[in-house]
């Protein structure tokens, strides 16, 4: 199953949770503490988000966040099928295991990405909430 139409609607659902995050006020310092740029390639759609842990905006949130091909050297780079990240922003895939099975291939220091998981465990619930208020309830998971 697809669960993103476009590219354009992978920015819309993943852009939601991405743009809480970074103002939210328990797992964005957490987060930026990593100092790390990283970009998510997607396929299927195909898509590409990078955020910067590195240079906080100081506008309020803790780290940017940028849609679609931009000049930042990443630190890491996590490249999947759109479906997979959508799943894991669920807290369904264990990023361990989707590692090992090459569901997610990474490039990149990946001990510090790992490291980070405690810290996004919260973004497990906020996501099917703001697919809800974006109006998009048909691509929750059951």
Same mark, same amino acid.
């Given at each position: 199953?697809?669960?993103?139409?476009?590219?354009?609607?992978?920015?819309?659902?993943?852009?939601?949770?991405?743009?809480?995050?970074?103002?939210?006020?328990?797992?964005?310092?957490?987060?930026?503490?990593?100092?790390?740029?990283?970009?998510?390639?997607?396929?299927?759609?195909?898509?590409?988000?990078?955020?910067?842990?590195?240079?906080?905006?100081?506008?309020?949130?803790?780290?940017?966040?940028?849609?679609?091909?931009?000049?930042?050297?990443?630190?890491?780079?996590?490249?999947?099928?759109?479906?997979?990240?959508?799943?894991?922003?669920?807290?369904?895939?264990?990023?361990?295991?989707?590692?090992?099975?090459? #569901?997610?291939?990474?490039?990149?220091?990946?001990?510090?990405?790992?490291?980070?998981?405690?810290?996004? #465990?919260?973004?497990?619930?906020?996501?099917?909430?703001?697919?809800?208020?974006?109006?998009?309830?048909?691509?929750?998971?059951?």
């Amino acid at each position: 199953m697809t669960f993103f139409q476009d590219e354009k609607h992978l920015y819309k659902c993943l852009g939601g949770l991405f743009e809480k995050v970074r103002r939210d006020a328990m797992i964005g310092p957490k987060l930026a503490t990593a100092a790390l740029v990283i970009r998510f390639l997607y396929e299927e759609p195909e898509g590409q988000i990078t955020i910067d842990l590195k240079t906080p905006p100081g506008d309020g949130t803790f780290f940017s966040t940028f849609y679609g091909k931009n000049d930042l050297e990443a630190d890491v780079v996590m490249s999947m099928k759109a479906d997979v990240g959508h799943r894991f922003w669920f807290g369904k895939v264990n990023l361990v295991a989707a590692l090992t099975r090459r #569901q997610i291939v990474a490039k990149g220091p990946i001990p510090k990405i790992l490291k980070l998981l405690p810290a996004i #465990q919260p973004t497990y619930a906020m996501y099917p909430e703001i697919l809800k208020e974006l109006g998009e309830d048909k691509i929750l998971l059951a």
